[in-house]
């Protein structure tokens, strides 16, 4: 079986130091079968939590937030870029900066499809600094809902991201860690260790 690891490490191209393009799989033209490996995994390490709703953001988390939704048998939201003409209030609103855009965004999830008897398990593609999941974690909050954790498919472990969403005691869960895009080639957490 093809891991995300070895699929990164085919297939993923580092634009630089911090931004890795993993278009042809996971971003742009999307590969089921990675997809559905990841939602498994995520599947099996939180199944115990009493996971009510997948929450993530549009667009690249979608994918694999739907696929981690059909394995808990439980719908799936996103949350989406408000316009000027959203009705505040029958939203929760945050404000996400974006890593790879530098820019940011007001999203919103309809108050209706997050209620206080919610348990919120988070899903991304990407794993940054922690803005987008902290961003998610506000919505879920508003909404007086439990967060069951954070499910990552590719955590870059050198930008913070984890340890800031462990200060705030959330189960962190990524299927794959880089521990650095330097010279070009993405290493591994575990290989970084050896
Ligand atoms: P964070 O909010 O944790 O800083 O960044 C996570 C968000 O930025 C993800 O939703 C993801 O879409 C985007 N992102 C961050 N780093 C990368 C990257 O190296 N490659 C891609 N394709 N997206 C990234």
């Keep these: 079986m093809t891991t995300l ?3 990164i490490k085919r297939d993923g191209i580092v634009v630089n130091e911090s931004i890795l ?3 042809s799989f996971l971003n742009h033209q999307i590969d089921p079968l ?3 490996q990841i939602a498994e995994k995520l599947y099996d390490h939180y199944k115990e939590t009493g996971v009510t709703k997948i929450l993530t953001i549009e667009a690249s988390g979608i994918a694999p937030a739907l696929m981690t939704a059909q394995q808990f048998e439980v ?3 996103f949350a989406k870029k ?3 003409s959203t009705l505040l209030e029958e939203q929760y609103k945050t404000d996400i900066h974006s890593y790879t855009k530098n820019i940011t965004n007001s999203v919103i999830v309809s108050k209706e499809y997050l209620s206080q008897n ?3 398990l988070i899903v991304d593609d990407f794993l940054a600094s922690g803005q987008a999941a902290m961003g998610l974690i506000d919505l879920v909050k508003q909404a007086g809902a439990k967060v069951a954790g954070v499910g990552i498919c590719v955590e870059k472990s050198f930008q913070g991201g984890r340890e800031e969403l462990e200060k705030m005691d959330v189960d962190v869960y990524s299927i ?3 521990a650095s895009l330097k010279s070009n080639e993405v290493t591994f957490v575990e290989e970084a260790r050896h």
């Design 75 to 77: 719908p799936m939201l």
């Design 21 to 23: 393009k993993i278009d």
């Design 176 to 178: 794959s860690r880089i």
């Design 82 to 84: 408000a316009t000027p």
């Design 118 to 120: 919610d348990v919120v």
């Design 34 to 36: 990675v997809i559905s």
């Design 5 to 7: 690891n070895d699929r």
